[in-house]
T-cell receptor, first 114, second 117 residues
């Protein structure tokens, strides 16, 4: 039973345009959500996070939106750059529970074309 | 460096052999996690350490897997009698623990790529 799903395995976007990566979750106990970026042969790099008390968090070109009623979050990258090409993982945790282990989605491979 | 480090970066072993993977967390991070990523899949949680508390082993796939952590520093993940399905990237992450025991953002190491022949 996948509690965090990224239904698009890949996404191709033109440089300068907006990239929108989506993530759905099923566990209503999740209250903290993160996006990680992963390049080949490297560990995931933290990108941006959002607490369930917010519906939007912005950091430069990256914005994460959270829709709790729909159990859906999305990552917007604008403008997209070729260096953004990587695999993006959505992750969720229940911070009120001991452990705070992350539950990851399967990832979306983003390709930004020059 | 100030990041999480892992060794070895790559490990090739024969089925049935034991392997030991090492993780050095970021200094001062009391929480340490091990995850596994099989080819084409997302990351799976394996085990969690926090300070001197008993580790959360709920993600370990079998009793062939074990992990230890010395205080708030190095951790080793041991896989005994390796099987081909153990082939994966093993990732370690560490985090601070904030007020109220809330763990902060996890930062990952580069991983150990394990191939069991």
């Amino acid at each position: 039973d996948q509690q965090v799903k990224q239904n698009s395995p890949s996404l191709s976007v033109q440089e300068g345009r907006i990239s929108i990566l989506n993530c759905d979750y099923t566990n209503s106990m999740f209250d903290y959500f993160l996006w990680y970026k992963k390049y080949p042969a490297e560990g995931p790099t933290f990108l941006i996070s959002i607490s369930s008390i917010k519906d939007k968090n912005e950091d430069g070109r990256f914005t994460v939106f959270l829709n709790k009623s729909a159990k859906h979050l999305s990552l917007h990258i604008v403008p997209s750059q070729p260096g953004d090409s990587a695999v993006y993982f959505c992750a969720a945790s229940a911070r009120n529970n001991a452990g705070n282990m992350l539950t990851f989605g399967g990832g979306t491979r983003l390709m930004v074309k020059p | 460096g100030a990041g999480v480090s892992q060794s070895p970066s790559n490990k090739v072993t024969e089925k049935g052999k034991d392997v030991e993977l090492r993780c050095d967390p970021i200094s001062g991070h009391t929480a340490l996690y091990w995850y596994r990523q099989r080819l084409g899949q997302g990351l799976e949680f394996l085990i969690y350490f926090q300070g001197n508390s008993a580790p959360d082993k709920s993600g370990l796939p079998s009793d062939r897997f074990s992990a230890e952590r010395t205080g708030e520093s190095v951790s080793t993940l041991t896989i005994q009698r390796t099987q081909q399905e153990d082939s994966a990237v093993y990732l370690c992450a560490s985090s601070l623990v904030g007020s109220g025991g809330i763990q902060e953002t996890q930062y990952f190491g580069p991983g150990t790529r394990l191939l069991v022949l």
